[in-house]
Structure formats: structure tokens, C-alpha cells
């Protein structure tokens, strides 16, 4: 594979640009390598508590525009400083996390479930019977971030 | 105020001219195609207000409203959360503006006639109409929903079939009844006199069928035999039965309940022999 190095002034923080002839399998499993080495631990906080959070651990990411938590595979809740916007735009290019609605990011590995209730309702189980909607709006999104 | 009731108020504003509009236009292409005059309003209107630029302008007035108030009640369906819920609201929100608007511009009392016989009718058709949308957005989530499940790599669903499988044949069913109830009343007024081409031929010998052979078809593909279907097709057929002219017989409800099921068998049968291809 040819791998170049691009200067560009005043970039700010380092990015990487896959080129290639159409979206593929190997193309997306390399994206996601390559999204993996941006998504370092996150530092997290809980009242006096702090603690540097693996992506892996985490079961989702949810909050409104001021405070975000993440939700560990432990249970444990920890607020972030990230807020939702950065958090989707760190960790969702890669396929690893998927955005499900206005509040919602899940980590894809920890869903279990998908279900369509007669209410038009979207339910999605993750690890620990840890339930979650997702929004129709978001329907479409999903499915072009997967691939369909 | 919330950014949703500003949109809400500013899709009111757009939505007074455009009931304004309509209620003017309708009686004129009405006219025009009916070969009679052009009467805005109705008599009844017309005696209670004195004059017809009075009752023209009060029905303007009204149905400005009520294009407002249908504006107003987008906002519903954009809500997240239960879209049963949310399409019940406004069905409600919006069934509540059309009664005031026909009771206060005396629509129904057309020839001496009672107000109500023909508003329940409307409001049949109406509720129809929200029942089909349902249907159909339901049978369009489950396709997106068992699209991504099998991207993900997820089971299917995570209970087994339900009794009769009402719950996964259920938008088809609403969607075949809706259907059957609501061809024949909104056909009916356009069909001519004479030969009614339409609901004697178009909709017994064409509609109807092909409506049983698609909701039969699409359940069987989908969850196999589907048992309730042949009889909520012939449940919905029964009104039918009230129209006198042109009459039809109880045996077309049965033919087009054995189309549902011959279907249904049919596209349980193509869904297996696709499973077993791939």
C-alpha cells in the first residue's frame, strides 16, 4: 500500500485520509484500525472520583449539549468534558461507535438487540440488559454508517 | 419559546392561505368539471350569515383556520417517542378543527340532510387514511430495522411468534382492511351515474383483488402463514355491502378472502425457498 505524507500548515491536530476506488470490507476494517489509534482513553469524573476510560468499557455516551456521561460496562456512570458533537466525531468514523439519536451514542460491539415495537418505538438492548431508544430520524444515518 | 412551537406557529402561518386557497379553488374546479356554477358556499351558509359574500367570507375565515390549525399539528408526527401516540394526537387535534370548521360552515346539511350520517362517514375515511399511513411506515421501519439487525449481526427478534401472529401480520392486515374500507367511499362520488365504471368494475374485479394478493403476498414472504388475514379481509369487505348501487354479494368478500390466503401460502413458500438459497 503507497502511504504519502501530506504538509499542511495551521492543520491543528494530525488527520488521516483513506483513498481508494469504492467503499469496501477491507476499506472498513482499516478505517476502523486506523480510527482506533485516535481513540485514546477518556479521562472521566465522578463527584471527587477520576478515572481514564477505555473505549472498549464503554456501553454508550449520552447527555444533552452541556453534560455528557459515559456509561461503563460496570455500571459505573462518568461525566466527560467532551461533549456529544466530539465524542461522534472521534470515535464514530471508525465503525466502532454509532450515533443513534440527539443524545445517544452506542459502542456497536455492546449491542445485543434490535426490536420494532407496534408504537413505532426503536429498542436497543445492550450488554447488562442496558435498554436504549433510538430515534427514526436516525434510521437512515444508521444504515449509510453500516453500509446498507 | 421552544424552537418546536415557533415552527409550529410558523407552519400555521403557511398553513392559513393554503386552507384559504383550497377552500376557494375546490368549489371552482368542482364547477368547472361538473358542468354546473360555481357555488362557494352552501345554502344553509348562506341563510344564516344573510348574504354570500357574508357566508363566503366567514368559510374563508374558517377553513383559513383550520389549514392553521393542520399546520400547527405537524409538530406531533415530529416528535420522538411513540409514533401511535404521536398519529393519535393528531388525529385527535386535527378531527377537532375539521368538526368545528363543518358544524360552523354548515357543510352536512346539504338537502335537509342530518349533520351526522355524513360527518361519521368523513371522519371513517379520515381515520383510514392515519390507519394506512401507520401501516405502511410500520412495514417500512421493520424492513430498515431487520436490515440493520442482520448488518449487526444480531438475532432476530428476541421473543418467539406471537399467537396467530397477530403482532407481526398486524400492519398488513390494517393496511388490506384500511384499504377495503376506504376504496369504496371515496370512489363512489366520482363515478358517473350511468355506468358506474369504477366501483362496478375498476374496484371489484381489479382493486380489490390485487389489495388481498399484496397483503397476503408481503405477510407470507415475511413471517409465513399468517391465519388472521383471510378473515380481517372479509371483516372489511362487509361494508361494501351497505352500498346499494352497485351492489356487491357476500361471495366476492369470500373470493377475495381466498385470494389473501392462496397468497399468503404463496409468499410463505417463496420466503423459504429464498432462505434455503441462501
Redesign the interface.
Known sequence: MRVEFRPEPGCGEPYLVLVAEERSGETDALMAKLSALGTGPLPGRRGDEARLLGPEEVLRFYGGTKEVFAHCADGSEWQLRERLYELEERFCPGGAFLRI?NSEIVN?KR??????S?????RM?LDGEVVC?V???Y?KK??KA??? | MKPEIKKALSRACIGFPCGAGVVCLLPILWGCASGGGVCLTTGALVLSKGTEAGAALFQFLCVGTLGAAIGFSSIFLER??????NSLWHFLFNITAFTATAWNCRWFEVRGDRFFPRYLGVTAVLAAFYLIV?AA??IA??S??A???K??G??E??SGPSPLKW?ES?PYLVLAAALFLLLRPLLAPLDGPDVPVLTGLLLPWLCYPFTAAVAGFAAGRQYGPCPLLPPAVLTAFLPNLLFFSPAYDLSQGLAYAGIALVFNLLGALWGKLRQKQK
Open positions: 439519536s456497536v449491542v445485543t438487540g434490535l426490536d420494532l407496534l408504537a413505532g418505538t426503536i438492548t431508544y430515534s427514526r430520524r434510521v444508521i444504515k453500516l453500509g446498507i | 420522538e417517542g411513540s409514533f401511535l401516540w401507520w411506515r410500520c421501519w421493520r430498515d430495522v436490515a440493520i439487525r448488518k449487526m444480531l438475532a427478534a428476541q403482532r398486524l
